[in-house]
């Protein structure tokens, strides 16, 4: 099943296989029951409309955004690359505690629709395609949606303790273009690409797949939840296999599409 979120007569609606869901759906009730019961609850709250009007992100106020870091060879050796301090991402990537940060607050984040930012006290910038987990309050991964965790290296680069700042920042997380609910192992083996356009001609693609990634999914969602409770769910982004060569900055005007799987999160850059 594929859920949706529509902005319809002046209200944000959630949808299923297009079909418009009741009013009173939320996304955090439905993250706040086992997965077993999804398509029992899913299928009783279709109205039988269909969805129309504008695509927003995904998420709802009172679910948070978290990120994985340095979760494939590739997000290392870049950050490696970039540092003045490159030691610390080697020892993370093989560490037992993963790195985990706080991406964005729901509200924040832009959707499929929506223009994405590189802050302008920033000199080399990066979109980052992951495999963005849907989780519910039992732990339980119950699908995804592709993300997109734009970032400024330069800021990282110039030290790790910058990382909120490279990180966090308006218009700097993109989720989409909906949920594809299941379980964790459909999500196993996922072909994830980045496409970047620059007036039209690209310039620059790469492709992954999630097998690629060092730590498994589960792995990363037992540490978030280790000792914080998420009542209505959380999203976590796995990290990125794909970095754009040093010489390559997101410049405004850009347009960036991320894949994950059959999903496909297309932003351009304001
Ligand atoms: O270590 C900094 C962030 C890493 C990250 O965002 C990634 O690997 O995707
Ligand atoms: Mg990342």
Same mark, same amino acid.
């Given at each position: ?22 009013? =009173?759906? /939320? ?13 029992? +609850?899913?299928? /009783?709250?279709?109205? #039988?409309?269909? /969805?129309? @009007? ?7 106020? =009172? &679910? ?18 970039? =540092? ?6 080697? &020892? ?16 924040? %984040?832009?959707?499929? &629709?929506?223009?994405?930012? %590189? ?30 965790? +734009?970032?400024?290296? =330069? ?12 990180? %966090?920042?308006?218009?700097?997380? /993109? ?6 609910? #299941? ?16 007036? #039209?001609? +690209? ?8 097998? &690629? ?25 796995? #990290? ?12 405004? @005007?850009? +347009? ?15």
């Amino acid at each position: 099943m594929y859920l949706t979120r529509h902005w319809m007569n002046d209200r944000p609606r959630w949808a299923v296989d297009g079909v418009v869901l009741v009013p =009173s759906f /939320a996304l955090g009730m439905l993250l706040e029951m086992p997965y077993t019961r999804y398509d029992e +609850v899913l299928s /009783a709250m279709t109205t #039988g409309e269909a /969805a129309t @009007g504008r695509l927003l992100a995904p998420i709802e106020a =009172s &679910q948070e955004v978290w990120a994985s870091g340095v979760t494939y060879l590739r997000s290392r050796d870049a950050r490696q690359a970039e =540092s003045e301090t490159g030691d610390i991402y080697a &020892q993370v990537y093989l560490a037992e505690r993963p790195e985990l940060f706080m991406k964005a607050v729901g509200w924040r %984040v832009r959707g499929p &629709q929506d223009t994405i930012r %590189v802050r302008p006290d920033s000199t080399w910038d990066v979109p980052e395609p992951e495999l963005t987990l849907v989780i519910n309050c039992h732990q339980e991964i119950v699908g995804y949606a592709a993300g997109n965790d +734009v970032s400024s290296r =330069s800021i990282e680069g110039a030290n790790p303790l910058y990382l909120p700042q490279a990180k %966090v920042y308006e218009g700097s997380c /993109a989720l989409g273009p909906g949920i594809r609910l #299941g379980p964790a192992d459909d999500m196993r083996g996922l072909p994830i690409s980045l496409e970047i356009r620059r007036e #039209g001609v +690209v310039v620059f693609s790469g492709e992954t797949r999630t097998s &690629q990634m060092k730590r498994s999914l589960e792995e990363l969602v037992s540490y978030l939840f280790r000792e914080l409770p998420f009542p209505t769910g959380a999203f976590l982004m796995t #990290g990125t296999g794909i970095v754009p060569g040093d010489d390559f900055t997101l410049t405004p @005007g850009d +347009v960036v599409r991320v894949g994950v799987g059959e999903l496909e999160l297309e932003n351009a850059v304001a």
